[in-house]
């Protein structure tokens, strides 16, 4: 069986029917006394470690200043440096193939016997993926998770508010980054990074769902601002927790006959 047969059975794999529906996330609010914003944080992140995979559908839609682009794709992700996208067409067989693995990014065109290969930076992830986000950002984010750096060597300074707990993180008296949490279920509802006054993109979670141990939102939507103007939207379906046997997904491999194309 050649490589690109491989991948087909592979996509084949990751393309999968769950029955019946997924129940959504409808949690009592909590009483009791507020903790600190360092506290809630530590909770937020240890939820996040509950989430670390998934897999299942999405429909993507991204707004660009180039067009609008929608694509349905088989997803898998895995915390914090896993990411795989297989195309799914109405007809025939997939025709995209997108693997991040270790800061990697590996991409294989099917009808055009194109390969890829170079860093997941923002800017080689939007020329395939159309989201202006280094990898390290968008693969928690597309878990519901916080990216890396979101409360690390700064201040942090909580509020509540009508639409939850907001903690924002403070360097030299500047705002970096705020989030909003649910205090009922101690999920990120927004998030947003900051450069001075100036937003540098916000992502919105809404629809979680219980998945497994963990929950997770179904529909995520990531508002760009710079460099470029982007606003995406993924909505997920069918989803499930990873399976143990998908680690070999997260590395395209070089289809047999071609010579990959090395991006900067």
């Known amino acids: 069986m050649n490589v690109t047969n491989v991948l087909m059975t592979a996509a084949a794999v990751i393309i999968f029917t769950v029955a019946g529906c997924t129940p959504r996330l ?6 009791g006394i507020l903790q600190s914003p360092e506290q809630i944080l530590q909770k937020v ?3 996040d470690r509950a989430t670390e995979g998934i897999q299942g559908k999405a429909k ?3 707004d660009t200043p180039n067009g609008r682009y929608v694509r349905n794709v088989a997803i898998i992700v895995k915390r914090p440096d896993r990411l795989r996208v297989d195309a799914l067409p109405y007809f025939g067989t997939p025709d995209f193939f997108l693997s991040v693995k270790d800061g990697i990014l590996k991409v294989f065109l099917p009808g055009e016997d194109h390969f890829y290969i170079g860093e997941s930076s923002k800017e080689n992830l939007y020329t395939f993926f159309r989201i202006m ?3 390290d950002e968008i693969i928690p984010l ?4 916080l990216p890396p750096n979101i409360g690390i060597s700064c201040t942090l300074r909580g509020a509540m508010t009508e639409n939850g707990y907001r903690i924002d993180s403070v360097t030299d008296g500047i705002v970096t980054s705020s989030i909003m949490v649910g205090l009922e279920d101690t999920t990120i509802r927004r998030m947003s990074l900051y450069d001075h006054d100036e937003v540098i993109y916000s992502v919105v979670f ?3 769902r219980k998945l ?21 939207t993924i909505r997920y379906s069918q989803l ?3 399976e143990n046997d998908r680690e070999g997904l997260f590395d395209l491999p070089v289809p047999e006959g071609l010579q990959p194309v090395i991006i900067e």
């Not at 597309?142 to 998770?145: I, R």
């Open 142 to 145: 597309l878990t519901g998770a």
């Open 60 to 62: 993507v839609s991204v």
């Open 45 to 47: 992140k240890m939820k």
């Open 206 to 208: 809404e629809d979680h």
């Open 133 to 135: 986000l280094d990898g």
């Open 26 to 31: 409808n949690v009592s609010p909590q009483v």
């Open 212 to 232: 497994g141990d963990a929950v997770v939102p179904y529909t995520i939507e990531i508002d760009i601002k710079k460099p470029r103007k982007i606003h995406a």
């Open 240 to 242: 499930q927790p990873m």
